[in-house]
DNA sequence: CGACTGATTGATACGTCTCAAGGATAGTGG
DNA sequence: CCACTATCCTTGAGACGTATCAATCAGTCG
């Protein structure tokens, strides 16, 4: 699983790592920033700057948290390994978002890099002394919190009650929405078939019949195979099984 | 699925909720009430005491967030609710638990009563003023977010990879663990075979099969339908599947 | 006692996994 | 620039685990 790469070397810096079409990346990119206020820019003087390689190790979970991260480029998966090997993906993370934060001792998952990566990287304790002295700081903190908390909600719903089709329609709206992609407009899969496999709790195999399926019923098209096109938003919508 | 119970009633107040030998629940209060420091009294004292009946609906996602709780007795299911009636529980809350805390806006999810179960209800207004004017407050509510955020994550991984008999082991061990339970005394499962499976992701039959195999097997004991006895603790935690 | 609700067990169906083979793609070195 | 190779993706056939449907059992309440 963890076929670690080359230690962290040289990669372009402004590299884009969702490769060729990026448009919507940088839009993306865009709308993350709305993050980085006052209290975030403060917190970004601390930090630094690192690189990992495709499937290169974060931290591991158990480890020490001395830091927290923020996306600058690329991906990030948070993982939590059986020791049998099955892994269960939580989240992916992107352009914008932090993690590692409000860890109290040590990390409660693993964090890898899907593809090259561009973190910010921040020493817990600054953290922890700028949230007390920063009035709104620990407050933005708090609302991330609450948001991942909100996303995992809908992932568990989707793990525990949803068909393979449901979750796979679900995915990839879920990709498309952040994304900012529109019907029609072609978005990037940064991850492999397998890590949606592990992050809806399914197999390769089932992953690539269902996106084969979406196909053949012209609601997707899947121009290469890390590339998506929705051309019936509708129709996905209502595959998910969500219906209000 | 939300069969309605008589409103609000008359029930002694101070009854157990998880019936006759509970004395492991006086120990499980005793334990969480470590929550209820100055802070978190400073609250209580804008509280007001609520009772709800067997399956009753404390409030639906989608509702204004106007109040926050915490259980005094009985217990709470938080659940989704998808419009064909699959139903998908993300928790159950015992005493001393919150929940409905940093909702902003609307609740995101269902909160009913399992049995009877007695509230403190605090408005959601007043937690926000008190929580810049107490100094821990806030953090305090933190920590209760993050420490919700690694149970879901233990949650992920049991819904995406394990197989029913490792769910239904890790479920009769986190609930004799939070009962405070040894090896070969009895705890309470408050909830019912619907809820176990609706938490667990399977059907009720598959965590009837599996309960009745573990039983078959002497691992656990099912004294009435509602007791379990783990006979061999170390067999049980062997068959989660976790085996760090 | 009789009716209701929840729990249990059985027989069968179905969805997803497993195992296996083949095809596409990207990176590597001649 | 072109094999060569490794990796990822895709598709198929069959096995297996869990869901579904149906019947029975057990406890509870009127």
Same mark, same amino acid.
């Given at each position: 699983m963890l076929v670690a790469a080359n230690p962290v070397n040289e990669i372009?810096?402004?590299? /884009?790592? !969702? *490769?060729?079409?990026a448009p919507c990346m940088a839009a993306g990119g865009v709308s993350k920033?709305?993050?980085?206020d006052e209290d975030l820019r403060a917190l970004q003087q601390v930090g630094i700057k690192v690189r990992f390689a495709r499937?290169?190790?974060? !931290? /591991?979970? *158990?480890?020490?948290?001395t830091h927290c991260y923020q996306v600058i480029s690329g991906a990030v998966r948070l993982c939590k390994h059986m020791s049998d090997g099955r892994r269960q993906i939580a989240d992916f993370l992107l352009a914008g978002d932090m993690f590692g934060?409000?860890? !109290? *001792?040590?990390?409660k998952f693993t964090a890898e890099a899907v593809g090259p990566v561009v973190l910010m990287c921040y020493p817990q304790r600054q953290v922890a002394r700028l949230s007390t002295s920063l009035p709104n700081l620990r407050g933005r903190l708090l609302v991330l919190l609450s948001q991942r908390l909100l996303g995992m909600q809908d992932h568990l719903v989707m793990l525990g009650r949803q068909t393979a089709k449901e979750r796979i329609a679900s995915f990839l709206l879920q990709v498309a929405n952040r994304s900012d992609a529109e019907e029609g407009l072609a978005f990037e899969l940064p991850m492999s078939r397998q890590d949606i496999a592990d992050y809806l709790g399914l197999t390769i195999e089932t992953v690539c019949r269902m996106l084969s399926e979406l196909k053949r019923q012209r609601i997707i098209a899947i121009p290469s195979s890390n590339q998506v096109v929705v051309d019936d938003m509708e129709c996905l919508q209502a595959l998910t099984g969500a219906g209000e």
């Open positions: 372009a810096l402004n590299q /884009n790592p !969702f *490769g060729r079409s920033s709305s993050y980085v499937n290169e190790t974060i !931290f /591991n979970d *158990g480890d020490e948290a934060v409000m860890q !109290f *001792g040590n990390y």
